[in-house]
């Protein structure tokens, strides 16, 4: 869950560069080629073509003909995995409590800290990757 919203902080870091988007972008693509030889039916396969046709189509519009548009794509991948990561981290660890959750392993760690404290806790931690992450791309913008 937490690495998750690491990487969608990541993402939302690397769209305050014009280089620096271009290189999640192709990370992202590569990813999800490698993702294709896990595919299990032909939807998923047709959505993963689809985001990497999509990616590519903006790394050359944003490459050939107008700025922008690639570092806002990868702002959108960053910002929606931690959106994702965040909802996950609801649903899962404050919402629900299972026995055989993060959570619960925690509070068996540290008895101090009730489950659903400590999923308050890993939202607050995804929510600061995410705080984190804009501060660092405006900071990148503005030296740019």
Do not use: K
Not at 52 to 63: A, E, K, P, Q, R
Not at 96 to 115: I, K, N, W, Y
Request: one cysteine or more; aromatic letters at 16%.
């Amino acid at each position: 869950l937490m690495d998750v919203a690491f990487w969608g902080g990541v993402f939302v870091v690397l769209s305050g560069d014009r280089v620096a988007a271009t290189v999640a972008a192709g990370v992202f693509c590569a990813g999800m080629v490698v993702s294709l030889f896990f595919a299990p039916n032909r939807v998923m396969v047709g959505l993963t073509l689809g985001f990497v046709v999509l990616t590519v189509g903006f790394i050359l519009m944003d490459w050939l003909v107008v700025t922008p548009f690639l570092q806002f794509l990868t702002l959108f991948y960053g910002v929606f995995i931690g959106s994702f990561s965040m909802y996950d981290i609801y649903d899962d660890l404050i919402t629900r409590t299972v026995e055989g959750s993060d959570a619960h392993a925690c509070h068996q760690l540290f008895p101090c800290c009730m489950p659903r404290c400590v999923g308050v806790q890993f939202a607050l931690v995804a929510l600061a990757f995410q705080a984190g992450g804009l501060y660092l791309a405006l900071v990148w913008m503005t030296s740019t």
